[in-house]
Structure formats: structure tokens, C-alpha cells
């Protein structure tokens, strides 16, 4: 509760049996008025200390968040160099609408769709900008379903959202952000109630009783719709009202989109198109799509990514000489695979061998990174671009087995007991971390699970 909405003291009469007062000479009545008195002072003093804790909690998760999401690794995870999300950050390229059917192009061809969509008759919306009503909207947005193709930059624009409610740039009339990855989600085997489930990523609301006073706003931001293994069965799921009662992690998580769990709160899920339809169309008040980067947002990347201005101007260049090379820069993460590649070959190789498609991209990609592992992990000096040792073609063959039984699958993260089944060892795949991201869980603070990734889907096909 808001300090000004504080209950204000009573303005009626302090009143109690009149026969009984009668009998009472002045002393007796004296305590009954100061009980009465007393009692109303404790409410208020309750209701003045849990707004007092409620702003504290707000204040630790803002700090602990802004911790977290105020780095970006680009796809290297906790083993390369992090830039500021502040410094790298460039505006993407969201738009109103969007259909909820299934769109059965491969999504390298979606880019290219979406690349030549990028009109001025459609409606540009800002990341913090989401939930707000379009002109000629009048009803309250709840739930917002964002679709976008794999490395088109959902997370990114996640994660900007969430560090700018934290540094108190941007929706502060919310009371509390929860960041709630799918990825994450399916681990959670246990019957927990969403109050528990909170608690065991923010510790500190266990201060609180409860977040469903109809005052305190909350928004829950589930990424990655496409990684889920839980079955959302929105249909067949039993009903949940009461946010300290145990159930299922699908349970929770289909009443809370549906809107019996916190009917306030606010839902923000993230997608890829293929998955989009695991939400019934009933469900979601706004569909939102990002498109990525437009051509002047392409520049701007490269500039703020490469420090040397010369550098980044002749990247830029040899990128547009490039029909197909320019389309797939319409995704952050491929901008990311250029900048990376296209920086160490122009500073190093013969202008001939500077890749000029999207094959020689990826394979060059994945022996920069081969090269990176080996400097780093035996100690290497040689930066041979075109050998591999028998040992790194080894395990390539390995992480290719992964990614084709795991495509057929239609699965994109992967856990330990899935790189076991390709002979890979957890330390092996860690190691070629630009590859094959790994990326910590800490649960409960009690141990963690580990979730791997290919940076993107194109590399993992």
C-alpha cells in the first residue's frame, strides 16, 4: 500500500455500551478510551510498517535485478568480455499486430520478409512502451505476447526493460518485476505455491505476505515460450485462486496467463513464431512483434560495437556488398557473428578470403572460436584459420550430433543428461562457450543447474 493511501484515523465518535459507561466512573472510562485508541494506532502503525517493508523489498530485488541484467554477453555467456548493456544497446524494431497463425517459412526466409515490411504505416512501439494503450484503445492491457524469429533480439529487449524499471528510468508506477525464462521454468519438478516459487528466485519477498492486495502492481515476464517442455494445458488444467496453495509450475503458470492467479498483474511473453499458438488467442490483450534491426539501427550497432570508427565503416561497408549477409544482419546475434568474424579477417587476412556469404560466415565463425577456446583453455599461440587439430574436429562432430538430434526433437536448449547422450563431457562443452553457451541456474541457493544453448538457431542447424 502507497503512503497515500493510507487509512486516514477515524473521524466518528469513540463509543461503547452507554449503560456500561454509565456505571463507570471517569478513570474506568479513561482505559476504555485509550484501548480503543491503542487499537486503532496498531492498525495504522501495521499498515504504515508494511508499506515501509513493501518499498524496502522493492528496493533490494531493484538492486539485486540491475546486478544482473546490467552486462550483456552477446552468446559468450560468462566466459568472454561483457559489455554494458547501456553502452552496446540499440533500439529495435517493434510493431503493433501480427497474426497468431503459423507461418511455415523457414525463418532466414522470415527475415527477408520482414526486412521489406518495414513500412511507415505501421505502428513503432518502444520496449517500455508495451503495455500502454494505442490510440483508439480503450481496454487495460494485461497480457502481451511478443513473437520475433530466433537472434531477432526478445531477450535483449527483455532485458532492457527490466534494468531500466530497476535504475528507475522507465514504468516506476510497478511495484515489483518479476523475470520468470522458460528455460528455467522446466526445471522446477516440486509443488510449490507462486508466493514459494518467488521467494526461491527473490528471497526477499518473504518479507511480505502477499502480493495481491489490489494495490501493489506487478508484471511477470516469461521469455522464451519456444524453450518451454511444460505442456500448458490450458484446457484440461485444474483451476487456482489462492497464491499460497502448492501445485504444479504448469498449474501456476496457465491460471496465472489465464488470469484466475493475480487477475492485476500484468503477462509479458516472448516467443517464437512456430510456438506462438501454445497461448489460446483468449488470452493474450496485445500481440507485438520485433523485426529486429532496420538499416540505419544496423550502422548504429557496428559503431557502438566497434571502437575503431575506421574499422567499423569498412565492416559496414563490406556488408552491404553482400545481398545476403545485409538481410541477416537484420538480427542482433548475426550483426554479433559478423562484428566478431569481420573484425580479427580484416585486420589479419588477405581481403580475398573476407567471407562474403553466409557459409563462409558460419565457418569461419566457428574457427575464430575454435581458436578462442584453444588460446584460452591449452595455452595455444597459433591462430591458423584453416586447420583444425584432430581433437577439436572430434568434438565440432560431437556438437553436430547434438544439434541434429535436438532439432529433430524441436528442442533448443538442452540440459546435462542430453550432451552425455552425444558423448559430450560438460567440462568439453563449456569450453566452446561462444558455441554451446552455458549458462548457470542457482536454485533455492542450495545447488545449480546447468542449461546449454547454441547461440542461435541458425548455428545449431
Not at 472510562?29 to 522493492?58: C, E, G, Y
Not at 554477453?73 to 540499440?90: A, F, P, R, V, W
Amino acid at each position: 500500500m502507497k503512503s497515500d493511501q493510507l487509512p486516514a484515523f477515524s473521524q466518528e465518535p469513540l463509543t461503547h455500551d452507554n449503560k456500561e459507561v454509565e456505571s463507570l466512573d471517569s478513570e474506568d472510562a479513561l482505559k476504555i478510551t485509550h484501548n480503543l485508541l491503542d487499537r486503532r494506532s496498531t492498525t495504522v502503525f501495521h499498515t504504515i510498517l508494511q508499506s515501509q517493508t513493501l518499498l524496502t523489498v522493492q528496493q533490494d530485488i531493484k538492486a539485486k535485478l540491475k546486478h544482473k541484467y546490467q552486462h550483456i554477453s552477446e552468446g559468450i555467456g560468462h566466459h568472454g568480455n561483457q559489455s554494458l548493456l547501456k553502452d552496446i544497446y540499440t533500439e529495435l524494431y517493434i510493431t503493433e499486430g501480427g497474426s497468431g497463425g503459423l507461418n511455415n517459412e523457414h525463418e532466414v526466409r522470415q527475415i527477408e520478409m520482414a526486412s521489406k515490411k518495414q513500412t511507415t504505416q505501421e505502428t513503432s512501439i518502444k520496449c517500455n512502451d508495451i503495455f500502454k494503450p494505442l490510440p483508439g484503445q480503450d481496454k487495460p492491457i494485461r497480457t502481451v505476447l511478443t513473437k520475433g524469429i530466433a537472434g531477432i533480439g526478445k531477450t535483449v529487449s527483455v532485458q532492457k526493460v527490466i534494468l531500466d524499471w530497476a535504475e528507475g528510468k522507465a514504468n516506476q508506477d510497478v511495484n515489483f518485476v518479476f523475470p520468470l525464462p522458460f528455460r528455467d521454468l522446466n526445471l522446477k519438478k516440486d509443488q510449490y505455491s507462486l508466493m514459494q516459487h518467488l521467494s526461491h528466485y527473490f528471497s526477499e519477498l518473504k518479507e511480505i505476505d502477499s502480493i495481491e492486495d489490489g494495490e501493489t502492481k506487478t508484471v511477470f515476464i516469461f521469455d522464451g515460450l519456444d524453450e518451454c517442455r511444460l505442456p500448458l494445458d490450458f484446457k484440461n488444467n485444474e483451476k487456482c485462486w489462492d497464491v499460497t496453495k502448492p501445485t504444479s509450475v504448469d498449474v501456476l503458470l496457465t491460471n496465472l496467463i489465464k488470469g484466475n492467479l493475480l487477475p492485476s498483474a500484468r503477462i509479458w511473453i516472448t516467443t517464437r513464431p512456430a510456438a506462438a499458438n501454445q497461448i489460446p488467442p483468449e488470452c493474450v490483450d496485445q500481440v507485438t512483434e520485433v523485426r529486429g534491426f532496420n538499416d540505419p539501427q544496423k550502422e548504429e550497432y557496428f559503431r557502438k560495437k566497434i571502437t575503431d570508427q575506421n574499422l567499423a565503416n569498412e565492416i559496414i561497408t563490406h556488408v552491404k556488398t553482400s545481398r545476403s549477409l545485409h538481410i541477416m544482419c537484420h538480427m542482433p546475434v548475426f550483426c554479433w557473428i559478423s562484428a566478431t568474424v569481420l573484425e580479427m579477417m580484416l585486420k589479419e587476412a588477405e581481403k580475398d578470403e573476407v567471407p562474403k556469404t553466409l557459409t563462409q560466415m558460419y565457418t569461419h565463425f566457428i574457427l575464430i572460436q575454435t581458436i578462442v577456446k584453444n588460446k584460452k583453455y591449452n595455452k595455444a599461440s597459433e591462430t591458423n584459420l584453416k586447420e583444425l587439430s584432430q581433437s577439436d574436429k572430434e568434438m565440432i562432430l560431437k556438437l553436430a550430433k547434438l544439434a541434429f538430434q535436438q532439432l529433430q526433437k524441436g528442442n533448443l536448449i538442452f540440459y546435462e543428461e542430453d550432451l552425455r547422450e552425444c558423448g559430450l563431457d560438460v567440462t568439453e562443452a563449456s569450453e566452446y562457450s561462444a558455441l554451446c553457451t552455458e549458462i548457470f541456474k542457482e536454485e533455492s541457493g542450495l545447488f545449480q543447474d546447468k542449461v546449454y544453448s547454441f547461440v542461435h538457431l541458425s548455428i545449431q542447424e
